[in-house]
């Protein structure tokens, strides 16, 4: 990973590179200086032909130019010794830099030739001080143009070795080397460039940057869609399982079921297409209303930029760039999810006449009682039988570990089944049942004939009252707490059952003499304790099945209740959740991993990720007028929903690419993902995570927009969404940190050479937030910067990731370089049109779209705040 640095402003990172300044050079016409620029080629030495080509950045009216802009190819070059680099200097008469790189292909009278040199790589390892001095020939090869020095460049990174290879002694070296082999089953595609900048001490750090594609861009969503069907398919089960309702609850059944069904045959649909396309890691800005594609996050990139100053260590920063999580297929005509959630509750209230309305509260603790069931029902069957195995073995180390297991998870069942919300929907669906008649009622119910209608009216008693729980008191509200209450008392029995036989086998063993003790407990018959203990568990199984069974059925009716009043809004918001959700999962898995690998050597950074959790923070663009309000209505909700998302980290079965991508597993309610990692990694984790302790993420979203759009919000519309957004997540993030300082020692966290403590930072941070300032962007560098001082991982989001976003990447970069690295004061500014002109950001315009110009005009751009303004000749109208 070398670079060549040369004194006519070219670098070619990865394999080969350039970079420097030309001296002496003259323009085509007298009366001016050059604006200048160079082309590097690289040129196979046995087939004679070029293998590739790109450009520094124009260098304006200057015949000394130094050029900062590196020139890089691809990594997967077989660079040799007998390599061939021509380096050919232009005078370029359009400063638009897309129209001068076009036109040296073409030969377009846009530039004149100035001059030209070749070397061989071999020329230059094998120079004093790996320098070259060149002189630069004119078209006809006899006079000199000016000179160039060539120099090689390390970006300080370990050269690629065989992992075998490396010796044991330095085992950091070992693991450093399988991440970064991990690293390629993930992020692809990479693209970089190299850059040097001066310092205030007149010295020059050397930047890359890296921007790379991610697989889990289809992956995640393609294993949510699976266990979005699942789920689905299971809850008709459910359903069906409900067993005979009266016409009324069976007909509001079946219309559920076939919107169930519908959901199921649309994500079947989407995933077969998603599973027909291969080769891609990204979705490009331009197909993000493209139906097939709509779970895919829009333009989800990796971008870490690496820094190497004189006498120092290597730093780098890491970003994820990724369009905000939105339906764009669905629109906007109606607002975003937090709108029309908001709207559909307050309307479910009102038209609940046909079913019992219970509040989101109520819903989501019947799916919490269920997933816990689901859980805890054979776990704890596992754990009887781990019991009876000890009884059989005659164990009483192992008898008691069970006995306590079983009894921690037994406890534990019960008392979710204590909730008053099960009590209740279990009453409601002995209502619902065909040839119900309350209490109050003196006729007896005929066998075989249902109610009706009418009779369905009284199983709603709640209309008066659509907050409340639903209660039946006419029935009898005894007969469940008796039937929780048995599971109860089976294990009470069990427990006493292991203590009389512990106690009688103590006891045996004392009154017999010493000697004789080895030939009791040998002669002692080990079917015992299984054949008194084998009723007892088994009466606990069964009350424990029966009690899950009826526990099931009444949460099942509950969600019929919402599935019932939700026709047809609710199935299309929970569509519409489905898919920002999967956008904003896939970026923040991409993150996590990243951030993971990145911090693998950090001892202080695993106790923060295990003690507490990682904070994911999002930086968003977004307007708040027009449709841009539904995107941010959106995303606030799906950064939220990631709160339901925890990470473990696992042992990879093999070192196979295969078996390293991270799985999803759980249900709406709660996701967890799975990182696998190769053996020779996972055993340098602390043991909290290597025995699969979920790992917490916190999300919190920042949000100012700076476009015209915004302007008009400010002036004329509402910006309450964008306030209410940054108080409430100010409050998670400063929440986030009290843990944090309670928890882990403030030693654990990275060292920044800025020293302005991080609660102040967070006292400033609040300031601004409530603070009345149009376009007050200082929320989002103050939010970033706390993000970074607390190891977090950073995301950055606009529409499209591609435009304002380039923006915000490229001056959070420079700023990173001024306050971290002393990046001259002088080149900042050259330094930021540098990244926006020749980046990876203008790169990723060009993956996008096709074409190297930001999807601005003129004036867009007058709007927008000064430091977030693209240089000349960067931008126009296009399509994004």
């Known amino acids: 990973a070398c670079a060549l640095h040369m004194n006519c402003g070219m670098q070619i990172d990865c394999v080969l590179g350039s970079q420097g300044t030309c001296n002496d050079l003259v323009a085509s016409g007298r009366d001016r200086k050059p604006n200048a620029l160079v082309q590097v080629a690289v040129i196979d030495p046995y087939k004679q032909h070029l293998v590739s080509q790109a450009c520094t950045e124009i260098v304006e009216a200057n015949k000394d130019p130094l050029f900062l802009t590196g020139v890089a190819f691809p990594s997967e070059y077989p660079a040799s010794p007998e390599t061939l680099v021509k380096l050919t200097v232009y005078d370029a008469k359009d400063k638009n830099q897309e129209s001068v790189s076009k036109q040296l292909l073409f030969c377009s009278a846009c530039v004149s030739f100035l001059g030209s040199a070749t070397f061989s790589v071999g020329d230059l390892l094998r120079a004093k001080d790996e320098q070259l001095t060149l002189s630069l020939r004119s078209s006809d ?8 020095v060539v120099s090689r460049l390390k970006m300080g990174e370990m050269e690629e070795v065989d992992v075998d290879h490396i010796t044991t002694d330095i085992p950091s070296q070992k693991v450093n080397h399988v991440c970064r082999c991990t690293s390629a089953a993930l992020f692809r595609n990479p693209v970089c460039k190299v850059y040097r900048f001066q310092t205030v001490d007149s010295k020059w750090m050397f930047v890359r940057e890296q921007m790379e594609e991610c697989t889990l861009s289809f992956s995640i969503p393609k294993q949510l869609l699976s266990l979005y069907i699942q789920e689905d398919m299971s809850r008709v089960q459910d359903l069906r399982e409900l067993g005979d309702l009266s016409p009324h609850w069976d007909n509001l059944r079946k219309e559920v079921m076939t919107r169930y069904g519908g959901i199921i045959s649309s994500y079947q649909e989407t995933l077969a297409e998603l599973d027909k396309i291969t080769g891609h890691s990204f979705k490009p800005s331009c197909c993000k209303a493209q139906k097939s594609l709509e779970f895919i996050p829009i333009n989800l990139h990796t971008q870490r930029m690496r820094v190497t100053c004189p006498k120092k ?14 339906a764009h297929f669905q629109g906007f ?37 269920l997933s816990t069931m689901s859980l805890l029902q054979p776990l704890i069957t596992s754990l009887a039988d781990q019991l009876l195995q000890a009884a059989h073995e005659h164990s009483s180390p192992g008898l008691r570990d069970a006995l306590k297991n079983l009894s921690d998870k037994t406890e534990q069942f019960v008392h979710t089944l204590k909730d008053e919300l099960v009590k209740s929907a279990l009453l409601a669906l002995h209502a619902a049942q065909p040839g119900f008649v309350s209490k109050n009622q003196k006729q007896t119910p005929v066998p075989g004939k249902h109610q009706g209608q009418g009779g369905d009216q009284n199983q709603s008693p709640v209309q008066g009252l659509p907050d409340s729980i639903p209660h039946h008191k006419e029935y009898d509200e005894e007969e469940w707490d008796r039937v929780w209450a048995n599971v109860a008392k089976c294990l009470n029995c069990v427990i006493a059952m292991v203590d009389k036989l512990q106690e009688e086998d103590s006891s045996k063993q004392e009154s017999v003499p010493e000697q004789q003790l080895a030939d009791v407990i040998t002669s002692h018959n080990p079917g015992d304790w299984r054949e008194q203990l084998c009723p007892l568990v088994t009466r606990l199984k069964e009350c424990v099945m029966e009690v899950a069974e009826k526990a099931k059925r009444a949460m099942t009716f509950v969600l019929l209740q919402e599935a019932a009043c939700s026709i047809p809004q609710g199935f299309l918001l929970q569509q519409r959740r489905d898919v920002v959700f999967s956008q904003a999962l896939a970026a923040l898995a991409c993150g996590f991993v990243m951030r993971l690998y990145a911090g693998m050597q950090d001892k202080g950074f695993l106790r923060q990720l295990h003690l507490v959790g990682l904070v994911a923070q999002f930086e968003s663009l977004l307007s708040t007028y027009s449709e841009e309000i539904g995107m941010l209505e959106d995303m606030e909700v799906g950064i939220s929903d990631l709160q339901r998302v925890a990470f473990k980290i696992t042992e990879a079965k093999t070192d196979e690419l295969g078996d390293l991508q991270p799985l999803v597993c759980g249900r709406r309610d709660h996701f967890t993902v799975e990182v696998p990692l190769p053996q020779l990694v996972f055993q340098t984790l602390p043991e909290e995570i290597k025995e699969g302790k979920p790992l917490r993420v916190f999300p919190v979203l920042f949000n100012v927009g700076i476009n015209e759009q915004q302007t008009i919000a400010e002036r004329f519309g509402d910006i309450s969404l964008q306030e ?24 654990c966290l990275p060292c920044f050479q800025t020293q302005t403590d991080i609660k102040e930072l967070l006292e400033t941070l609040g300031q601004n937030v409530v603070t009345k300032k149009r376009k007050n962007v200082e929320i989002l560098w103050i939010a970033g910067t706390i993000c970074r001082r607390l190891n977090g991982i950073r995301f950055t989001s606009c529409k499209s990731a591609k435009d304002r976003t ?12 001024r306050d971290e690295h002393q990046l001259s004061k002088d080149f900042f500014v050259r330094a930021l049109d540098c990244m926006r002109r020749e980046g990876c950001r203008i790169e990723n315009v060009q993956k996008n779209i096709k074409c190297r110009k930001y999807a601005f005009n003129m004036l867009q751009l007058m709007a927008f705040p000064k430091c977030y303004r693209p240089p000349e000749g960067t931008y126009g109208k296009v399509d994004s």
């Open 313 to 326: 260590t290597d730093a780098f920063y890491d970003i994820v760039t990724v369009g905000a999580p939105a």
């Open 724 to 747: 209410r957004i940054n108080q409430k997540n100010f409050e998670t993030l400063e929440a986030y940190y009290k843990s944090l300082s309670e928890k882990v020692p403030l030693e």
């Open 333 to 369: 005509k109606c607002g975003g999810l937090q709108r029309l959630l908001s709207r559909y509750e307050a309307e479910k209230k009102s038209t609940a006449y046909q079913c019992i309305y219970y509040s989101p509260e109520h819903t989501a603790k019947a799916q919490e009682v």
């Open 806 to 817: 380039s923006m915000s990447v490229t001056l959070e970069q420079c700023a990173l370089l």
């Open 141 to 148: 090869g006899v006079c000199a143009a000016g000179t160039v």
